[in-house]
């Protein structure tokens, strides 16, 4: 009998995690240079509501896994570009693509004459 009710708490034990799993989604995509679509991989993407951030391979390719489901901004960085930022839709147990296209930032100096 111990082993029965010991098999049934595994099995639930299973249960729950396969539950849990499936309760995020995943985001994927890219980070390319909007002049020549060529990969940056040093750049950053961030979920800023949940704290998390990601590097782009060498590829341009990024992934977050476990996302829970709902509407995110996300947001590509890399020093001397501008940021980009998007709204995506993450649905249980689904992936959402999201490509950014990063443009080179406008150059900003102050000058103060005395």
Do not use: Y
């Amino acid at each position: 009998m111990q082993s029965l009710g010991f098999r049934l708490g595994l099995l639930l034990l299973a249960c729950c995690g396969l539950a849990a799993a499936q309760n995020g989604g995943t985001i994927e995509g890219s980070v390319t240079l909007k002049e020549s679509g060529q990969p940056l991989h040093h750049a950053d993407v961030l979920l800023p509501k949940l704290g998390r951030k990601t590097d782009v391979d060498a590829k341009g390719k990024f992934r977050f896994t476990n996302v829970p489901a709902g509407d995110w901004e996300i947001v590509a960085h890399m020093h001397s570009l501008s940021d980009a930022r998007k709204r995506v839709t993450v649905r249980s147990g689904e992936m959402a693509p999201v490509e950014f296209k990063l443009d080179f930032s406008p150059l900003r100096e102050t000058v103060t004459v005395t």
